[in-house]
């Protein structure tokens, strides 16, 4: 073990790269997604969102990241602080041990500390006018439902960190149970700070900590008996206002709409009980693989897909669509297959 006094110099360029993050990961989360994994990088997809590693020796030589939350790191004690939860000194100990000869040692043999809770970043009502705007002026969301969200702490004006002095529309993402565990974050600033910030993310922890996959429910519908599943709350929203617009008159006790994020697809996210759950996931193979995925669940229940129309890549684009195009312009629901506009 190593003395922890001001003689101590401890190499830790040496032991950032003593054992490779890949085999770190491949023992925490198995053996990564052979059609996402290159030359250079590996990819998982873990409970946390997607991981992607770069390989040693290649242009991104050890540097990891989990997509969802943006915890990320450059090599082996990076790892181990920031997943397996230890301290700089602990980390160093341990690979510098003689018996770390392996990244399966490394596991097997950290005690890994609990993650920190998640902190949930409250509303700052001051941002909230250029948050609503973006919600009704650029997405076309209509403005009583975007307030009436608001006013459920269904979304927020937040701004993430104070690296990131933009305001950004936070969704709140929830357990099964009820409980607040994360949230989808948009860039609600001008078009400039859109292109230059993260556009969408999901935020676990105010500190980087992992935490729970959730989802963002419309609303709150105890004998609903159908469940709609698309990727981004902004995808809910309006598809939320599609189904109870004056073209289809549905009654909201008897759906829910829940976004997922757009990583990854579990059982949490149609946890419940359903008499049948509609895919309306976006047009494209990420949403043909997440419909495969609950398809595969096995689950006893009636399980459709429903693509955003023809000449839409998802929900908020077939909405503003369709606010020029009705009634010409029709949605169908629960029927299957798609319809073209003017199909009965």
């Known amino acids: 073990m190593m003395a922890h006094n001001t003689q101590?110099?401890?190499?830790w360029d040496a032991l950032r790269h003593s054992v490779p993050v890949e085999s770190l990961a491949r023992a925490r989360y198995g053996e990564p997604r052979k059609e996402k994994t290159t030359k250079t990088t590996a990819e998982w997809a873990?409970?946390?969102?997607?991981?992607?590693?770069?390989?040693?020796?290649?242009?991104?030589?050890?540097?990891?990241?989990?997509?969802?939350?943006?915890?990320?790191?450059?090599?082996?004690?990076?790892?181990?602080?920031?997943?397996?939860?230890?301290?700089?000194?602990?980390?160093?100990?341990?690979?510098?041990?003689?018996?770390?000869?392996?990244?399966?040692s490394v596991v097997q043999s950290a005690?890994?500390?609990?993650?920190?809770?998640?902190?949930?970043?409250?509303?700052?009502?001051?941002?909230?006018?250029?948050?609503?705007?973006?919600?009704?002026?650029?997405?076309?969301?209509p403005a009583d439902l975007v307030d009436q969200w608001h006013n459920q702490d269904r979304v927020r004006a937040i701004v993430p960190s104070a690296h990131t002095p933009v305001p950004y529309a936070s969704f709140p993402i929830v357990s099964p149970e009820g409980k607040e565990v994360g949230a989808m974050l948009r860039c609600a600033g001008t078009p400039e700070q859109q292109r230059d910030q993260a556009r969408f993310s999901v935020k676990r922890n105010q500190e980087g900590s992992l935490a729970t996959l959730g989802f963002w429910p419309s609303h709150e519908a105890p004998q609903a008996q159908v469940l709609y599943l698309v990727e981004a709350p902004i995808d809910a929203m309006s598809l939320y206002a599609?189904?109870?617009?004056?073209?289809?008159?549905?009654?909201?006790?008897?759906?829910?709409?829940?976004?997922?994020?757009?990583?990854?697809?579990?059982?949490v996210h149609w946890s419940g009980d359903w008499a049948h759950i509609v895919t309306a996931f976006d047009r494209d193979s990420k949403g043909e693989d997440f419909h495969g995925k609950v398809q595969e669940a096995g689950l006893d229940i009636p399980i459709t897909r429903h693509k955003p129309p023809e000449g839409t890549k998802d929900w908020?684009?077939?909405?503003?669509?369709?606010?020029?195009?009705?009634?010409?312009?029709?949605?169908?629901?629960?029927?299957g297959h798609d319809y073209e506009p003017g199909e009965d």
């Open 8 to 11: 101590t110099r401890i190499d």
């Open 46 to 104: 873990t409970d946390h969102g997607r991981l992607i590693v770069g390989r040693s020796g290649g242009p991104r030589d050890n540097q990891w990241k989990f997509m969802d939350s943006g915890v990320k790191g450059h090599g082996a004690i990076d790892w181990l602080v920031k997943v397996e939860g230890m301290t700089p000194l602990e980390a160093a100990e341990r690979l510098g041990s003689e018996t770390f000869t392996s990244a399966l």
């Open 111 to 141: 005690s890994p500390k609990p993650p920190k809770p998640y902190v949930p970043i409250p509303d700052n009502p001051a941002l909230w006018p250029a948050v609503r705007d973006y919600l009704v002026t650029v997405r076309k969301l």
């Open 242 to 267: 599609i189904l109870t617009s004056t073209v289809y008159h549905e009654d909201p006790q008897h759906f829910v709409v829940r976004a997922c994020g757009g990583e990854a697809i579990k059982p």
């Open 316 to 335: 908020n684009d077939a909405w503003t669509q369709a606010l020029t195009r009705w009634p010409q312009f029709q949605f169908h629901q629960h029927k």
